[in-house]
Structures are given as C-alpha cells and as structure tokens.
C-alpha cells in the first residue's frame, strides 16, 4: 500500500492518505490473516517527507497502545461486523471498534457465548458483558479511548468459543 498515489518519491504528488486510512487498513488486513507492506518513498536524498513521518509517528502511538491487538494475531474467528473487525490469539478476541455505538452497547457480531472477561485494551478498564436472546454485548463509556480504531479485549474460556 502506498501512503500517497505512487510508489516512489514524486514532488507533486501531495495526495497523502491519513492515518486513520492507513491504521484501519492494517487491522482490516490483519483480521483476515493476512501482512501489510506499507511502501515508504524516500526523496533522492535518502529523505522521508513530513507527511510520512507524521503519518508512521501516529502509527506508532496507536500500535504502542494497541499493538497487542495486532502482533502476532490470527484471522478472525466471527467475520468482520459492521461496526470494526476482530483479530484473535490463543484464547483473546480483539475487537477493533471503528464506529463507537452511540447507545453504548457494543453487539458482538457473531459471538454466541459471552466471553469471560472484557476490557478496553487503552486502560485495562473492565467493561459489563450482557448476554439476552442469543446474543452477546459489551457496555462501553460513552467516549473512545481512539477516534480512530478503539480495542476491546475478550478473553474467552476457550478458543472454540462461538
């Protein structure tokens, strides 16, 4: 993936994407099992442009926050909802919360059993799981620890958990 329109340096290709493009790119790709090559295109001096390096320093803030979520995950385990994608490692579902419910209830799609534990990935703030009519949601603060992508952590009794 580029981070403007070309592969190499171009001085007038100013059409840089944002990091919400680019962090919402990685975490699509990662919950479908899959890497992200994010090309980086020096100047002829051997030069990153600010906007790649904004870009890569506000990458960085969210992976130190949220990396977890991402290193070393597998595709995930119950699709991918309207609302983000989950990724998943050994017995811990992440959800990756694009759109924060403005109700405050997080359905999680795809889940019949409510995980045993979930916290907010930003704050280890444990967060109320109700289950009603076969279906599974997380109640969240009203505001998210990210505008960009939030994570909620599900820790399940067992991986086979569906």
């Given at each position: 993936?580029?981070?403007?329109d ?5 001085s007038y ?6 990091t919400?493009t ?5 975490i ?7 890497n992200?090559l994010l ?7 051997g030069?990153?442009?600010t ?6 320093g506000e990458i ?12 070393g995950t597998?595709v995930s385990p119950y ?5 983000g ?19 405050g209830r997080l359905?999680l799609?795809?889940m019949?059993e409510?995980?045993?534990r979930?916290?907010?990935l930003a704050?280890?703030h444990t ?6 009519g ?5 109640e969240?603060?009203p505001?998210?620890?990210s ?6 952590v ?9």
């Amino acid at each position: 993936m580029t981070m403007n329109d070309t592969w190499g340096f171009k001085s007038y290709d100013d059409d840089w994407k944002d990091t919400r493009t680019l962090l919402r790119t990685l975490i699509d790709v990662a919950s479908k099992g899959g890497n992200l090559l994010l090309n980086v295109g020096p100047t002829a001096d051997g030069l990153l442009p600010t906007p790649i390096l904004n870009r890569l320093g506000e990458i960085g803030s969210w992976m130190q926050v949220n990396g977890d979520a991402i290193y070393g995950t597998t595709v995930s385990p119950y699709g991918q909802p309207a609302w983000g994608r989950y990724t998943a490692k050994g017995s811990t579902v992440y959800a990756h919360v694009f759109d924060w419910p403005k109700n405050g209830r997080l359905e999680l799609t795809g889940m019949t059993e409510a995980p045993a534990r979930a916290y907010l990935l930003a704050d280890k703030h444990t967060l109320n799981i109700q289950r009603a009519g076969g279906s599974v949601a997380v109640e969240l603060p009203p505001v998210p620890p990210s505008t960009i992508a939030s994570v909620i952590v599900l820790e399940l009794s067992s991986r086979g958990t569906r």
